[in-house]
């Protein structure tokens, strides 16, 4: 029986290392651009797809801020996607989608309705005006610059793009919480098949690794020490929080070939990944967006996507706090762990 145990300990440990070698750019045709202002702390990141793809969307939190949500509904009429929009800047940061689009049309690339092209770029921002310099928020130029900057090339994670003010830990107040980022993962299986995920983590929870069961970021107590969310709650000792403060946002994408409806499914699914890693999560006070892509390459099944998208978005939630820097007078997860 050990010599079992033991086994299954070595097979996921060597899954998760394969999906922490990767990143959502993994997927043939996705493409990811940044541009955050680094005084500021605030920014947004673009995924760009080299053909209109199939997507869908799955909101859980309670105080989103979205663009193009609606016509991802499987029964209306759109059914796929040139690119989508992660952003800062709170409903201020949907702006960025603006310069998404104009960048998309100069190129051509869009919806032909005859009279020119409509660009299909859906959007979500969270809430960083808590950091840096709330006035100064992502807008149509900064979006214009993250999509012309997308490629495959690796993606830089942690104080960029839309993760540049991202923070999680609010319930002792937001000076005692701590700086948060943008990461990403990706797995790729033996039959082609490719899953990635890319997130901006601002939650008002804290953030676990379900491997270890270690809060890796969250609230800090007078002292210092990261405390447990729910432990807070549970004492009813939370400062008060204004709505709309947080939200998590997130593009899971794969090579699969799948219907609009079945996009949705997988964004429905991907949440999972949020909720191992995220505690508490889906709050009155985040707005929780995952949009799902599919490229159309690979037959395969809805629920592996499905599955696979929770597991590789929960590593890149990992990947978002553990590449973080400290900012904005907030310390990051390299401020508490060395590894």
Known sequence: ??????????????????????????????????????????????IMLEKPSVCGVDVRGSAPGTRETDLLDPVNLVSVVHAICLSGGSAYGLDAATGVMQYLEEQGIGLDVGFGVVPIVPAAVLFDLAVGDYRVRPDRQMGYEAVQAASSETVAQGNVGAGTGASVGKLNGFGNAMKSGLGTASVILPNGLVVGAIVAVNAVGHVVDPQSGTIIAGPRDEQGTIRDSME????????????????????????????????????????????????????????????????????????????????????????????????????????????
């Open 232 to 339: 807070i709650m549970r004492q009813r000792a939370f400062a008060p929080i204004p709505p709309g403060t947080n939200t998590t946002i997130a593009v899971v994408a794969s090579n699969a070939r799948l219907s609009k409806a079945e996009a949705n499914k997988v964004a429905q699914m991907a949440h999972d990944g949020l909720a191992r890693t995220i505690r508490p999560i889906h709050t009155m006070y985040d707005g929780d967006t995952i949009f799902a892509v599919a490229t159309g390459e690979v037959e395969t099944s809805v629920d592996l996507v499905g599955a696979l998208s929770a597991d590789v978005l929960a590593e890149a939630v990992i990947q978002a706090v553990k590449h973080a820097e400290e900012a904005g007078g907030l310390p990051s997860y390299r401020s508490y762990f060395q590894e």
């Open 1 to 46: 029986m050990e010599k079992i145990r033991i086994s299954r300990q070595a097979k996921i440990k060597n899954f998760r290392r394969l999906i922490m070698s990767g990143t959502i750019v993994d997927v043939p045709g996705v493409l990811v651009g940044h541009a955050q202002n680094e005084e500021t702390l605030t920014g947004c990141s673009v």
